[in-house]
């Protein structure tokens, strides 16, 4: 293994990720747990830490930069929010957490909040300052599907204005635990219906509210599979979501940092409005923003 | 005790409800147990049932009449489903279930659908059916909340058309479920939160999608009580529901049969429309369409 000169975290609330950085900025090992902020008590985060990273500690202190959920009141430690309009925080801004074993030196990344609508965001605005630093000229917008999908304005190197939707966590509540989940398959996917049902819900937002059961009584009365009725549930709520983020998206470039499939279903979905998408891998921009953080406390 | 001529049950999802009936429609006891269709497989029925009535079996069969989801594909035995537009259906149309107990004379109740758009129901037809055996003359719209809320045209004693809303199970996995669940009281009600919240749902219904994590947003950045975020997730679902369900409303007047709680949000809702409801108690309403159910077998 190469000579271990920090280490980068993004720590959510189901998991954690842990990456072995060189100086030089080249990423040596990956490493991750399933011990996310929702499973640990505070005195938990140092030991869950350990658990990953101590057979690569030295004798000096170990630079360790987090983004994520660890920063949250319920985490490690509290880390403040920046308010928008800002650039991606400082990472002199963070929350340097005192460590029982020395030789860790953390630092717990701001996230940003918004007054007006209200909105924050912890580990997104890690992802954004990635995209930044790889592409310093980036006008437009960003959006980051996932449990909690976010919309932001970016202009000029800060972050304007966002908008947090609920999207990927209300697709797993109804398709998991509603009575929605006797009708529909665990996975699979259906272009046609996922596409039709962005279109209804774009042109009636109200008609969603009406059309979630009906995917039961569609079932149930014979007429649609299970496979086509977890793309259309998809395609219903990402079509109200769509609807209401129009002022980010229309007439924008739209930056897609999210994972395989749902990025997938957003980029049809947009491009079937006309909207152009760059996509761009998480993990890639995760890193980047890491790395930029770590690279400017290093200069300080 | 009184002389037990018959029983009506209502047979849920997650509890049944048994009334000991008297042939002049005398209600002598009513019993419950949390025995529901989910609970229990198609041979458990029959236990469940005798272990709340088999002390009031006599020699002669026991007519009982029940309503509900026992009649669902997972259910005891699959009642058929009349389609719209239709009276509430005739007993004679339900499903008679052979028992081993020869002392029981089961009758389950069809339920009814609608093939476009899509709908079933399994219980609120009878309610329905009590609605127009008390009130034979009402023309207009019944409004059922609940789990899922069902809303019903009714004309010269039949259900011309219907739609259900999963508004009531929405409510519960964001409420207790989802991130939300942090920010928001198990009790307690705020009318102004409420109103303002149906206000913005209702002219804006794609802003719902929006103004979820906004809840928890407030919340964490200081600015909504946990009682209000109640009464606000609440409001945003009723108010979506009552834009998608407008033409069922407007200009008619409504009666409401639900439970207190559930009855008072959409009560209030609906009276800022300038919409007229009328209250009925659910209980009274599920037993007069099974006594209606009832004398229309006995004639048979």
């Known amino acids: 293994m190469g000579n271990v000169d920090w280490i980068a975290v993004d720590w959510g609330t189901t998991h954690m990720r842990v990456w072995l950085m060189a100086k030089d900025g080249q990423m040596i090992e990956a490493r991750s747990s399933d011990r996310g902020m929702g499973a640990l008590a505070p005195e938990g985060f140092e030991i869950a830490l350990l658990a990953l990273i101590s057979d690569v ?9 987090i983004c994520g959920m660890a920063g949250a009141k319920q985490g490690w430690a509290e880390a403040p929010y920046a308010s928008v309009p800002c650039a991606p925080p400082d990472p002199r801004s963070g929350r340097r957490v005192e460590t029982e074993n020395a030789r860790l030196q953390v630092t717990i990344l701001s996230g940003v909040s918004q007054s007006n609508p209200a909105d924050v965001m912890r580990g997104e605005e890690t992802q954004i300052k990635g995209l930044i630093a790889t592409q310093p000229t980036f006008d437009g917008v960003a959006c980051l599907p996932g449990t ?18 609920m999207t990927g966590e209300l697709f797993a509540l109804l398709s998991q ?4 989940r006797h009708s529909m398959a665990l996975t699979g996917w259906d272009d046609d219906a996922f596409a039709v049902a962005v279109d209804e819900a774009m042109s009636r937002p109200q008609a969603v509210a009406a059309k979630l059961f009906g995917l039961r009584a569609q079932a149930l009365l014979g007429g649609l599979d299970d496979v086509s009725a977890r793309a259309r549930l998809s395609g219903l709520l990402i079509g109200i979501e769509l609807a209401a983020a129009r002022p980010y998206w229309l007439g924008q470039q739209v930056a897609l940092i999210g994972a395989a499939s749902s990025a997938d279903a957003y980029d049809a979905a947009l491009s079937a409005q006309g909207v152009p998408t760059l996509r761009h891998n998480p993990t890639d921009m995760t890193l980047a923003g890491l790395r930029a953080a770590y690279s400017e406390l290093e200069q300080s």
Chains 1, 2 share one sequence.
Do not use: D
């Open 57 to 65: 500690l030295g004798q000096a202190p170990m630079p360790v930069v």
């Open 177 to 180: 635990q509603s009575v929605l």
């Open 148 to 165: 909690h999908t976010k919309w932001a304005h970016l202009s000029a190197g800060e972050i304007v204005s966002f908008q947090t939707f």
